[in-house]
């Protein structure tokens, strides 16, 4: 077996053994708020990124608090690329992509979901960064193609802030998590960026509703960017920066029941981003009709007009929205 097997044998087996640890500890505790996971203060030190098997040339994927409570949030707006989830209760939950460059700090940071999984099948050994997990989920994340890493086997690159309540006050400093970022190059989305297609319609505002979250994205010619609001209130990060996409994927996909249920008995959603349906994509002022295609988990989504012309996105950040078909 060779070393880099035998590091990353190693730390599964110690990642397993001090999360259990960890989240026995903080069952009253008030980090849960209906999830599990470690604290940052725990006196684990995280590995240094020169000792992450695989790290070099992965993208990092950081689990971002979005209830009221965890506004304003924290370096989303250096994110190559948010997906907007449902959870428990018709609430969201973000998972930011970062590639190209890291902000100071990111957060607050929460727990993950079995639908993370399969979303990020499209990496290559993709950093998963998140609070915790619902217990009987954290074996699959243990057996998933990618690097898990909670404040229980990572403590230094995570803190605790003094603006918010727990568990709303937890953030990550990617650059002691994985170093340095990895590069356009370690995007397989599928995403392709260049010039509109012909047609589309004019969009002044889009609003996608979850049952308990809102999001409405209004196009701003002077910014050249698609202005969000989140329940009603402009996303204003806590530096003062806009959350301003430059492409809007309001995707179709299967929204299904899972397995797993939250502390309060409510069913955790699973969002199915494997298959086929349609999409409406937002750009330049404009709304584009597509469909979109994912062959297989490791593959990214292709997304084309309905005359099967590949459908490119603007330069710059983009959201995926996933909503019910």
């Not at 990111?106 to 998140?130: I, N």
């Amino acid at each position: 077996m060779g070393t880099v097997s035998m590091r990353l044998r190693a730390r599964r087996t110690r990642r397993r053994a001090t999360t259990g640890m960890v989240l026995a500890a903080l069952t009253a505790g008030a980090l849960l708020a209906g999830c599990s996971g470690g604290g940052p203060d725990d006196g684990r030190q995280g590995e240094s990124p020169s000792e992450r098997p695989g790290g070099v040339g992965s993208v990092l994927a950081v689990k971002i608090d979005n209830v009221g409570a965890a506004r304003p949030q924290t370096g989303l707006d250096a994110a190559d690329v948010v997906y907007a989830e449902q959870v428990e209760g018709g609430l969201s939950r973000l998972m930011a992509v970062y590639a190209t460059r890291f902000p100071d700090s990111v957060g607050p940071v929460r727990s993950a979901r079995e639908s993370d999984l399969e979303l990020l099948r499209q990496f290559d050994e993709p950093t998963l960064a998140f609070s915790g997990a619902q217990s009987k989920l954290l074996p699959l994340i243990d057996r998933a193609p990618l690097e898990a890493r909670t404040p229980g086997d990572a403590g230094a690159a995570y803190y605790r802030g003094t603006d918010k309540p727990a568990p709303h006050n937890l953030y990550l400093r990617p650059a002691k998590l994985v170093g340095s970022p990895p590069g356009a190059d370690a995007l397989t989305t599928g995403f392709r960026y260049g010039r509109a297609p012909a047609g589309g319609t004019p969009e002044h505002s889009r609003t996608v509703r979850y049952p308990a979250a809102r999001f409405t994205f209004t196009w701003s010619d002077q910014e050249r960017r698609w202005l969000l609001a989140m329940d009603g209130r402009d996303a204003v990060l806590t530096d003062g920066a806009r959350v301003a996409p430059a492409t809007v994927v309001v995707q179709h996909v299967t929204i299904r029941q899972s397995r797993f249920r939250d502390y309060l008995g409510n069913n955790t959603p699973y969002t199915e981003t494997v298959g086929s349906g349609k999409a409406e994509v937002l750009r330049d002022g404009r709304v584009f009709d597509a469909e979109w295609e994912r062959g297989t988990p490791a593959d990214g989504t292709t997304f084309t007009t309905p005359d099967g012309t590949p459908m490119n996105f603007a330069e710059g950040q983009v959201w995926v929205l996933y909503v019910t078909k």
